[in-house]
């Protein structure tokens, strides 16, 4: 490793993939002049320098390309960036950092008899025996009155034939208009649950809510399963759904 990044013959270049070197290629320096070195080690889509020391401006334009620049390295090259890349992955944001995150349609009617749905992605199975399903709404939603006074809702799986439609009551609320008419959603009665199924969906879950929990945005309502539609040339003989035909959004 040499003292200063400007005075050394070559480069070695790295290829790090989770946490291991995958490739390494040396390349001539070319040549030590201002702003050459940035430009040339940008074009290379170089992410980090690891070097023995580099002068303030030098550095102030790589941090400002979003390049790492790691000084007072020194020893063997090839050890440095196996320890570099071990440590190489980068702190992210936590919210909805859980993915890929479901995409669901959930229908529920309140007590007067109004139905209304809304797009879920804060959703998972939760029991396999007994089957149950949760579902996080945020409180301010209009639909989030009628689950918890009705105590039950339906989960309906999407598939690619209806993303409009999701994407429109994902976001327009039944609070400021008819989004069902404008949308010309078809209902039909649960069989289970006082709560509308999705036809044009390919499976409908419905479900009762056993318990709720509010976690901090949303509240997570644990529904218990009490009936499953399927359309039926996704359904075998013993009552299996082969997920794997359904085209999800
Ligand atoms: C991809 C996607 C995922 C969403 N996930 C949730 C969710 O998990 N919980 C929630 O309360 N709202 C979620 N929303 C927002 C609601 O679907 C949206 O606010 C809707 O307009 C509420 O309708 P409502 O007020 O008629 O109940 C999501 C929206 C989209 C587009």
Redesign the pocket.
Known sequence: MSKDIGCCDTFLIFEEKRGRIIMRQIIENPGYKPDLLPGFLDRLKIEAILCGSMDELTMQVFTSKGINVVTGVSGNADRIADQYAITSKKQANMKSCLQPMP?VLVSCRGLNGEN?V??????GNCSYDPPMVMV???PT????QMVKESGCFVVNLVDKSYRETF?Y???????DGD?LTAMNVRLQDGKKVNAPILPDCPVNIECKVVDSIVTGS?EMFIGRIEYVHADAKFVDLEGNIDFSQIDFI
Do not use: F, P, T
């Not at 809304?118 to 959703?123: D, I």
């Not at 939603?141 to 989030?144: E, H, K």
């Open positions: 995409k209304n809304l797009a879920v992605g804060y959703c996080g709404i945020v939603r209009y639909s989030y994407d009551l994902g976001s327009h609320s039944k609070r989004k949303h």
